[in-house]
């Protein structure tokens, strides 16, 4: 089955912190890990990430993936309360044909908050 | 434009009754999931259907059914047999190439 941990479960910053966020996983035939940001309502896509030791940057927030050690880590610098939110980690897998359709397996998210 | 939709944003339904939530994409995507959150906990999936007339259950599908009978649109009804059904449910879909991309969610409670 497969199996995707965040860590930590939670988070208290200030404004201006840098942060990590982590996340394990173990899944048969990976195709992707793929970040959320989660606030009040749906979560809004961040990053998908293929190819391991490539970083994938959008402003403060990067990402990037280790495939050998099976992990990913979210970074947010310089972060704002606006940052506020749920951040949930998924794997997809490739389904048995071989197609990009694998179902995703979430994390159970990291709430991170961000004080002024 | 170009998007997910669900309604209705909220829903109360009383034990017993069965009752449906509506996921429309104009996205062009072949893939549709639903999942379902509970307070403090991630997304688990229920059905998800990667095309027309076909679909198949997550890792939570008892009491729920789904049908795909077009592409826009993954429909979920929630069953009697469901018994603990008060929960957020969110809808996606995703194309071959980028990752799920999900509709505003609906809120479900039982009185």
């Known amino acids: 089955e497969d199996k995707v941990v965040q860590s930590p479960l939670s988070l208290v910053v200030h404004e201006g912190d840098t942060v990590t966020l982590n996340c394990s996983y173990e899944v048969t035939n990976f195709r992707s890990l793929l970040w959320y940001k989660q606030e009040k309502k749906a979560p809004t896509f961040l990053f998908m990430l293929t190819s391991s030791g490539i970083e994938k940057k959008s402003g403060r927030l990067s990402s990037i993936l280790d495939k050998k050690e099976l992990f990913s880590i979210l970074n947010i610098t310089a972060t704002q309360t606006g940052d506020s939110a749920i951040y949930l980690c998924a794997v997809q897998r490739f389904n048995a044909g071989g197609t990009s359709y694998g179902k995703l397996t979430f994390g159970q998210g990291t709430i991170l908050t961000v004080h002024p | 434009d170009g998007g997910i939709t669900q309604s209705p944003k909220y829903l109360f339904r009383k034990e017993g009754q069965n009752v449906t939530l509506s996921c429309e994409q104009n996205l062009n995507h072949d893939a549709m999931y639903w999942y379902r959150q509970?307070?403090?906990?991630?997304?688990?999936?229920?059905?998800?259907?990667?095309?027309?007339?076909?679909?198949?259950?997550?890792?939570?599908?008892?009491?729920?059914?789904?049908?795909?009978?077009?592409?826009?649109?993954?429909?979920?009804?929630?069953?009697?047999?469901?018994?603990?059904?008060?929960?957020?449910?969110?809808?996606?879909?995703?194309?071959?190439?980028?990752?799920?991309?999900?509709?505003?969610g609906t809120r479900l409670t039982v009185l």
């Open chain 2, 38 to 104: 509970d307070p403090g906990q991630g997304l688990r999936l229920i059905y998800y259907s990667q095309i027309v007339n076909d679909f198949q259950k997550g890792d939570i599908a008892e009491g729920y059914s789904v049908s795909r009978e077009k592409k826009e649109s993954f429909p979920l009804t929630v069953t009697s047999a469901q018994k603990n059904p008060t929960a957020f449910y969110l809808c996606a879909s995703s194309s071959r190439v980028f990752g799920q991309f999900f509709g505003p």
